[in-house]
């Protein structure tokens, strides 16, 4: 059994979502009333953890096979689900202050017959812009 199979998968998986992901740039969220960026950050956050850690295999999948959920939600949700503030200590190796963080939660429930409920995380640094931040399916 090749063992190196999921692995290449995924890095195929990865580029694909990439090529997609760059088109995007950014998009208008009506819930929120703002625009939301397809940022690097957002995309290495499907890779790995807020902590730098990589996810695995199966969990990068995961995100990256939702993915082309997010748009429909960021457009058909219609409140937003959860808001969380908090301030975020400096990076390490990093000049930079603490900062104010803000995430948004919106779920919708998006596909052929409304029946897959997705939930899609947005996140604004400071006074920066609204960016996407993570997706994950909900259980029904």
Known sequence: MDTDAPREYCKKCIEETRKEYKQIGKIYCPCLATEVVFN????????YHGAGEARTIKDILHKLKLFPLVIPVLK???AVA????????????????????????????????????????????????????SVMKLKN
């Open 40 to 47: 690097a950050q957002g995309f290495h956050h499907l890779q």
């Open 76 to 78: 058909y949700a219609s």
């Open 82 to 133: 959860e808001y969380k503030q908090t301030i975020e200590p400096k990076k390490r190796k990093s000049n930079s202050p603490q900062k104010e963080v803000a995430y948004w939660s919106i779920i919708a429930e998006v596909g052929r017959n409304k029946d897959v409920k997705i939930k899609v995380v947005l996140k604004k640094i400071g006074a920066g812009q609204t960016m996407f931040w």
